[in-house]
């Protein structure tokens, strides 16, 4: 087995999360944050929302992170978190062949949900989606999981994201695979988009025949073999690359954010091309 994917399920199994970070450190992104956030462990909330490994721990996706908790704090909603209760979903320890460690990370999982009180799960993360989504029983009487591009195309329907102003850029989406593919979520995001005053200019392969980020099914703890030819990031942002008038690459998924932006270091295209995730942008149209 690869090294690093070894480390990495020895960290899950261990700690909780694949970064080997203790569980305390989970919630510690929220001190970046002028408000608190309500721990649904202690207090009723109307959504839970599920934050994830990458969003929670990786220093490159804080900022979309916080971004993300502003923008529900704004629009009003009535949200909390597990604190250091949360465990890694599981969705890429179960793909990487660890069935039971993936049904460890599940049971503990359910067990902290089944103390809490809320109506909706939501999550920022499209792997943690999936998972919690399909692989997941329903627990404490949540009828529904939903990504957030869901929750804001929701809000900016019945007027509840108070939008200020329209930001104007030519931009690309990438559509990841556990929400375009594995659940068919593509008018969503593309939705928000419009409503952001973004002109969406599609890449090549979109929708259902989008790439791979090349992170999934837990490539994203595994190294390149030597007889590799590309990696399937570095080959999306190649195509983003293609696109006229376009600088910025629009993102759902933490695990994007990650990936895309070591893309775009690697072919040497920082002055060409930026990777923003969608919560970063709704929160500047409501500035």
């Known amino acids: 087995m690869d ?3 070894q480390n990495a399920l020895r960290n899950l199994s261990r700690y909780g999360n694949s970064f080997g970070a203790p569980p305390k450190a989970r919630p510690r992104w929220t001190e970046r944050l002028k408000f608190s956030i309500k721990d649904a462990r202690k207090e009723p909330v109307r959504y839970l929302w599920f934050v994830g490994d990458y969003a929670s721990f990786d220093p490159r996706v804080a900022q979309a992170t916080c971004a ?3 923008v529900f704090h704004k629009a009003g909603l009535d949200f909390g978190i597990l604190y250091e209760s949360e465990q890694n979903s599981g969705n890429d320890v179960r793909l990487a062949g660890e069935e039971r ?7 503990k999982n359910l067990k902290a ?3 809490a009180h809320f109506e909706t799960i939501i999550t920022t993360d499209a792997h943690s989606f999936h998972v919690l989504k399909h692989e997941y029983p329903s627990t404490n009487g949540a009828r529904q999981v939903l990504h957030s591009t869901e929750l804001f195309r929701d809000l900016i329907l019945d007027g509840t994201l108070p939008l200020r102003h329209k930001l104007r850029m030519r931009v690309t989406y990438h559509d990841p695979c556990y929400l375009g593919r594995y659940n ?3 008018n969503a995001p593309r939705r928000v988009i419009a409503a952001l005053g973004l002109k969406l200019v ?16 837990g490539r994203i703890w595994m190294e390149n073999p030597p007889a590799f030819q590309g ?17 910025t690459v629009v993102v759902v998924c933490p695990k994007d954010l990650v990936m895309f932006q070591e893309a775009v270091r690697t072919i040497g295209l920082e002055d060409r091309l930026e990777v923003k995730e969608l919560s970063e942008l709704v929160e500047q149209a409501m500035v």
Do not use: D
Not at 231 to 247: D, F, N, Q, S
């Open 184 to 186: 068919a979520i593509f």
């Open 3 to 5: 090294q690093s994917l």
């Open 231 to 247: 990696r399937p990031a570095v080959a999306r942002m190649r195509e983003a690359a293609t696109l006229k008038g376009v600088h």
């Open 101 to 107: 460690l993936f049904e460890t990370l599940r049971e």
């Open 113 to 115: 949900l089944g103390r």
């Open 202 to 217: 599609e890449m090549p392969l979109n929708r259902e025949y989008a790439y791979c980020c090349g992170g999934g099914g």
């Open 68 to 70: 993300a908790a502003r």
